[in-house]
C-alpha cells in the first residue's frame, strides 16, 4: 500500500460524471462522501426504470447537481490546461457537410426502418442497439455488409469530399476514418491522384511500417503528405506534428479517442495553426455522434469549471 495517491490525467471525464467516482475513490474512500457508487450515482444522475431480457434495471438518462460535484472536485484536485502552460499556435474547427446521394438515401431509409421495426417495442440489449447504429453508419460512408456477409459499396459524396478538401490543404495532413473498410478507399484514392503519398497507421499495419509512417510524416523533405488511420490505434502516444490538418472521414461516440487523436498535432513542435475538419452527411447518424461528443465534452467542461471550448 503505497503512502500516498494520486491520478494523473488529461481527460478525468470522457464518457460521464460518473467517471469520476471510482478515481476519487481510489484516492481515498472518504473524498466524496458516498458509502458507495450506487449512492453517488443516485445524487448526481437521473434514472429511470426500464425492462431489458426480462431484467427491471436503472438506465442514465441525464445528470444534475454538477455544480456541487465541480464544487467538491475543487477541494483535492488541481488541473493545468495545456493552453496555460505550452504557447501552441491555435486552432480551427470546420465541418464540410453533405448529402447522401439517392442510392445511399434509399438503403438508409430501407435499415433505418428495418432497425425501428427490430426495436420497437420489444425486449433490446445494447449489442442490438449498437447493431443497428453500425449499420447505419456504414451506410451513410458509402458501404454495408450484404446478408450473404459480403461488403457493398455504394454510390457516395464523402469520398469525393474528402479529395476536394485534400486539394485545399496546403502541406501534410492526418486522415482518420472509423472503419477499415473506409481506410482502403482513402487509400485507393489518394495513391490514384497523389502517387506514392500516403501511408496507414491502423491495425493492420505492422510495428516497423507503424514507425517508418511517422516518420515519414514528420519529415519535411518527404513526398508523404498524408497519413490515414484509425483513432483507436493511431490516436495514442504518437506525435504527428508534421502535420497541421486533421481531417475525420468518420467519427465514432468515444469522446476519448476523439480527444487524445487530435492532440496528436496539437503537441509541442507544432509552429503552424492548426484546422480540424469534419465530414457530416446531412440529417444522419452523422449529427447524432457529433451532437453527442459535443454534449460529452459540455458535461466535463462544466465540471472542471472550464469555459465552454470551440469545438465541432
Avoid at 81 to 86: A, F, G, V, W, Y
Avoid at 176 to 184: G, K, P, T, V
Avoid at 215 to 233: A, N
Avoid at 251 to 256: I, M, S, T, V
Amino acid at each position: 500500500m503505497g503512502k500516498y495517491r494520486r491520478i494523473l490525467t488529461g481527460s478525468p471525464v470522457t464518457k460521464s460524471p460518473l467517471d469520476l467516482y471510482t478515481q476519487c475513490h481510489f484516492l481515498d474512500p472518504f473524498l466524496l462522501d458516498f458509502t458507495s457508487y450506487y449512492a453517488f450515482r443516485n445524487r448526481y444522475a437521473e434514472l429511470r426504470t426500464a425492462n431489458f431480457s426480462g431484467r427491471s434495471v436503472q438506465v442514465v438518462t441525464g445528470y444534475k447537481n454538477l455544480a456541487e460535484l465541480a464544487e467538491t472536485l475543487k477541494s483535492f484536485s488541481y488541473r493545468v490546461l495545456k493552453d496555460d502552460c505550452l504557447d501552441l499556435p491555435p486552432k480551427t474547427f470546420m465541418k464540410r457537410v453533405i448529402q447522401l446521394t439517392p442510392e445511399q438515401k434509399r438503403v438508409y431509409q430501407q435499415m433505418k426502418a428495418t432497425a425501428l421495426a427490430t426495436l420497437n417495442g420489444k425486449m433490446v440489449t445494447t449489442m442490438n442497439v449498437i447493431t443497428q447504429l453500425m449499420r447505419l453508419q456504414q451506410i451513410t460512408c458509402g458501404h454495408f455488409k450484404a446478408d450473404d456477409g459480403s461488403m457493398q459499396n455504394i454510390k457516395n459524396n464523402r469520398i469525393t469530399e474528402l479529395m476536394d478538401v485534400l486539394e485545399e490543404v496546403e502541406g501534410k495532413a492526418i486522415i482518420w476514418a472509423h472503419w477499415r473498410h473506409d481506410i482502403d478507399t482513402i487509400v485507393e484514392s489518394i495513391e490514384e491522384q497523389y502517387p506514392g503519398s500516403v501511408v496507414t497507421y491502423y491495425g493492420d499495419t505492422s510495428t516497423e511500417d507503424r514507425q517508418k509512417a511517422i516518420k515519414k510524416i514528420q519529415d519535411p523533405e518527404s513526398k508523404v503528405r498524408f497519413l490515414v488511420g484509425t483513432p483507436q490505434t493511431g490516436g495514442y502516444g504518437i506525435t504527428l506534428t508534421g502535420a497541421s490538418t486533421m481531417i475525420y472521414y468518420s467519427n465514432g461516440y468515444d469522446l476519448e479517442k476523439r480527444q487524445q487523436s487530435e492532440a496528436r498535432i496539437d503537441r509541442i513542435g507544432q509552429k503552424k495553426p492548426m484546422t480540424y475538419i469534419d465530414i457530416l452527411a446531412e440529417d444522419t447518424i452523422d449529427e447524432k455522434i457529433v451532437k453527442s461528443l459535443r454534449k460529452k465534452v459540455n458535461i466535463a467542461t462544466e465540471i472542471m469549471g472550464e469555459e465552454l471550448k470551440a469545438w465541432i
